[in-house]
């Protein structure tokens, strides 16, 4: 009968065997999937990302990015930017029609925000 220690060093070695193999995995794929992401600049048609360019905004303000015309929002983010900013909340409008992005700034009463959507229809 094999004793608590041995069981418990042969299951940190096994899983830590499965863990490098996992990272070996996921290292492989996304080494194959590089050149293709690279190679994809444009997105599918019907597809459109939308920009609401870095503005400086109150402390913990919304700033909102719309999908124009009929299209829906399938997913976005934003950015806070300046000397310790902090994104506070990245998420879609609740009406699926845009992203709404806030953050504030430790110090300042602004904060620089950028929001992103991308859209299809």
Not at 45 to 74: D, E, H, I, M, W
Request: proline share 6%; charged share 15%.
């Amino acid at each position: 009968m094999k004793s608590k220690r041995s069981i418990a060093i042969a299951l940190g070695i096994a899983a830590a065997a499965a863990c490098a193999t996992t990272a070996t995995v996921a290292h492989a794929e996304q080494d194959a999937a590089a050149p293709a992401q690279r190679a994809a600049t444009a997105l599918p048609p019907g597809y459109q990302l939308v920009t609401l360019p870095n503005a400086n905004v109150p402390n913990f303000q919304r700033r909102v990015v719309y999908c124009p015309g009929s299209k829906r929002v399938l997913g976005g983010g934003a950015e806070a930017r300046g000397n310790r900013a902090i994104l506070v909340g990245s998420f879609p409008t609740d009406d699926g029609r845009g992203w709404i992005g806030l953050g504030r700034q430790d110090g300042y009463n602004d904060v620089g925000i950028s929001v992103f959507a991308i859209c299809a229809d």
